[in-house]
């Protein structure tokens, strides 16, 4: 795992070689989201779509889009960005509609878009981002849109390393003191996951974690996703951010 944070160390060459690369790209991708293997896609699961960005097919399956997502995170850690589907052919394929894979529900951290942590392009990702990825009915309509009128096989509640929304509930809390205007109302819906079983810092840090489950808890209980979620065709993940790794991982 250290390697890939030495973008310029020489790679031996040989099939060997080759093939230890790839098994070793294939095991850093399992570890990297804490092992996500879905199981055999269901024969109702969403065919490929052919990607712009050439012969690659686009994820098809939660699987899939979860082992796209990985290596992107992986090459983003590793500062070996490809910025894919930002082309002039790829922004004229869009104009006549789009195909993500993914619905990513983040936080506003403006140290955590999506697009830059997974290394995905325009077309890619639907993302939607809220103070502490707070749900509200406009948040939930827009993740359901994604899934029920896109087909997207995947939703990744996305929380994140010193979330500054968690951090503010957790202080209000302790002082009593109630927040500026709207800044309450995320206060209010981020409380419940207070982890009031530890101190300081590892308070807000537990919160977090804590958050992340209760948003994929609920998103999981809506009937429309649910019903996707028991056929297969949907798979709702918890995953964190860490701001000094850059490490993508899933919160069981």
């Known amino acids: 795992m250290n ?130 990825e707070v749900l509200d009915e406009a948040v939930l309509g827009s993740v359901a849109y994604g899934v029920l009128e896109l087909g997207i096989p995947l939703v990744v509640v996305l929380g994140h390393q010193s979330c500054g929304a968690v951090k503010a509930a957790v202080q209000a809390d302790l002082s009593g003191e109630r927040l500026p205007a709207h800044i309450q109302y995320l206060a209010d819906r981020i409380s419940p996951s207070i982890d009031r079983t530890k101190q300081g810092d590892a308070r807000v840090d537990a919160t977090i974690d804590a958050n992340i489950r209760a948003v994929h808890s609920r998103l999981t209980a809506e009937p429309d996703l649910a019903a996707k979620i028991s056929t297969g065709a949907l798979a709702v993940v918890g995953a964190r951010y860490e701001l000094s790794t850059q490490l993508v991982h899933r919160i069981a």
């Not at 790839?22 to 996500?36: E, K, V």
């Not at 993500?100 to 325009?122: K, N």
């Open 3 to 132: 390697s890939e944070n030495t973008p310029h160390r020489a790679v031996a060459q040989g099939p060997a070689a080759t093939a230890r690369r790839a098994l070793l790209r294939g095991l850093a991708g399992a570890a990297t989201l804490g092992g996500l293997a879905l199981g055999t896609a269901p024969a109702s699961a969403a065919p490929h779509r052919t990607s712009p960005r050439g012969t690659t097919p686009r994820p098809g399956t939660a699987e899939e889009a979860l082992r796209e997502l990985t290596a992107g995170n992986r090459r983003w850690r590793a500062f070996r960005e490809r910025h894919p589907d930002e082309t002039c052919a790829v922004r004229q394929s869009l104009t006549a509609g789009q195909h993500p894979f993914a619905v990513v529900l983040g936080c506003i951290d403006s140290r955590v878009p999506p697009e830059l942590v997974f290394d995905q392009g325009l077309g890619d990702l639907m993302t939607v981002r809220t103070a502490g």
